[in-house]
């Protein structure tokens, strides 16, 4: 019976990328996004790797859709043996013009969400005596920039909760570990770069050399698949050990 691990915006970005990694390893794969077409998209990459796919839209504000997110993934496949809680959403703004709402939606979705869904996917991997949850942070879990109050709060949380996850589940083989990338040029990116331009008054361009990547040693986006081959070993039977840790992929910003 294939390992099944469910990954929240996995039909964009950083949480497709993910998906595909763990298909091509033979894992079925519960997709989770807001794309119209995220049916498609799991039918397609669970055709092509030849795994069992499911695909759900839950609203991740909404803490009782999480749970039954969870639900449905362990009714779809019997079991959740890795949870990804990559879905993330960003705002930039100064702090005295951050809209209440645009921080009580980050907060939701950035770190409200991580803590409901691990909660609710505790009891099966206790009883199935084996679970791996991975949370995407961000460098911005360890480091903080203008402009990024909410998002820079909620990355900081997980990583918070994943070391209280990583004692908490020592006893039960489930380990929690955090991924801390620098920027990767997603969607979520592309609007930040769009963002950042207005904050800065800055062109699109400028905005990529002189403050994204500004802090980065190596001046290049962290790709995708380096992010999904650190979930992947995260998320093997021998990473048992590994546990409450957050692993950096961030082109050298954390070490200056």
């Keep these: 019976m294939n390992r099944v691990a469910l990954i929240t ?40 790797y030849k795994v ?21 993934a362990e009714k779809t496949f019997g079991k959740i043996d890795v949870l990804i809680n990559n879905a993330g959403i960003q ?58 109050s909410a998002y820079v709060s909620a990355k900081h949380g997980v990583i918070g909760l994943t070391k209280v996850l990583g004692l908490e589940g020592a006893g039960d083989n489930i380990t929690c570990n955090a991924i801390c990338p620098g920027y990767v040029k997603t969607p979520l990116v592309e609007g930040q770069i769009k963002d950042q331009a207005k904050a800065h008054g800055l062109s699109e361009e400028e905005v990529v050399k002189k403050v994204m990547l500004k802090k980065q040693a190596v001046k290049e986006f962290i790709p995708e698949k380096k992010i999904a081959e650190l979930a992947l070993f995260l998320a093997a039977e021998d990473a048992s050990a590994i546990t409450g840790s957050a692993y950096v992929l961030d082109g050298g910003w954390s070490a200056q």
Excluded at 57 to 63: E, F, H, S, V
Excluded at 102 to 131: C, E
């Design 91 to 148: 705002y930039v703004s100064k702090v005295e013009e951050f809209p209440l709402e645009k921080w009580n939606n980050i907060i939701a979705v950035n770190l409200n969400s991580v803590f409901v869904a691990s909660r609710a996917a505790w009891p099966g991997m206790k009883k199935n005596g084996f679970g791996r949850i991975i949370n995407v942070s961000s460098v911005h879990g360890i480091r903080a920039s203008e402009y990024k």
């Design 9 to 48: 915006g996995s039909t964009s970005g950083i949480g497709k990328s993910i998906a595909i990694a763990f298909a091509q390893a033979g894992y079925d794969i519960m997709f989770h996004g807001l794309e119209a077409n995220g049916q498609q998209i799991a039918d397609e990459i669970g055709e092509k």
């Design 52 to 72: 069992k796919t499911g695909f759900s839209n839950a609203n991740l504000m909404d803490q009782q859709a999480i749970g039954d997110l969870i639900d449905f």
